[in-house]
């Protein structure tokens, strides 16, 4: 949490509508920095989960944040910061740019399926055996239960840690944009003065 506190100050001072304020190569190409965490617009839209493609949106950018794989490690990088891992799929998705990207997560079953037409036959297939193995799992009664209940459990926990830092990202962005880093101090006190709202999310950060 510190260090993702760290790296928003760093790179906006919590604005999450702030573009770049210097004339570099990106600003010459044409692709200025820009955001809570400054992604430059061709790198957003590669990291961007479907649904959150506004790179003006805290909220959007922290979910591109987390869909690199190395987020962690890229994150405490010394000056700049860029994505350096694999995108994740744990979720499932679309996607139709030749990447790289991390699947079976957790060593967790998962079926890709070539959308392509001249491929159509086998899409047919892998579909079918996916319609298959859902049902052959569902039939499972309630075994899957306490499984999948602790994995909403997670997945809610992980959309209230984002809704807290875009929370963190708005109201600090309300603040004079003629500053752009917010000291050590004051850093503190606004994670203090969010404590309640905090609390009431049952977050439980180290």
Do not use: C
């Not at 004339?23 to 920095?33: E, Q, R, V």
């Not at 910061?81 to 790289?100: A, C, D, I, V, Y």
């Not at 036959?121 to 193995?133: I, K, N, P």
């Amino acid at each position: 949490m510190q260090a993702i506190m760290a790296r928003i100050n760093k790179e906006s001072g919590g604005r999450q509508n702030i573009k770049q304020q210097i004339y570099d190569i990106n600003t010459a190409n044409g692709n200025p920095a820009q955001g809570l965490l400054q992604y430059i617009p061709p790198t957003f839209r590669s990291w961007a989960v479907s649904g959150h493609t506004n790179i003006l949106s805290g909220y959007d950018q922290l979910m591109a944040m987390f869909n690199d794989s190395n987020w962690a490690s890229d994150i405490r990088m010394p000056g700049g910061w860029g994505p350096t891992g694999h995108r994740r799929l744990e979720n499932g998705g679309l996607t139709t740019k030749h990447q790289m990207v991390e699947i079976s997560e957790n060593n967790q079953p998962e079926i890709t399926i070539p959308m392509a037409k001249v491929k159509g036959s086998r899409g047919y297939e892998l579909l079918g055996q996916a319609v298959t193995m859902f049902a052959a799992r569902d039939q499972m009664g309630m075994s899957n239960v306490s499984s999948d209940a602790a994995v909403n459990a997670l997945n809610n926990k992980f959309d209230k840690m984002l809704n807290y830092l875009s929370s963190i990202a708005e109201n600090t962005g309300k603040e004079s944009v003629s500053r752009t880093y917010v000291d050590r101090n004051e850093l503190w006190q606004k994670q203090s003065s969010d404590k309640q709202l905090f609390e009431r999310q049952n977050l439980n950060f180290t």
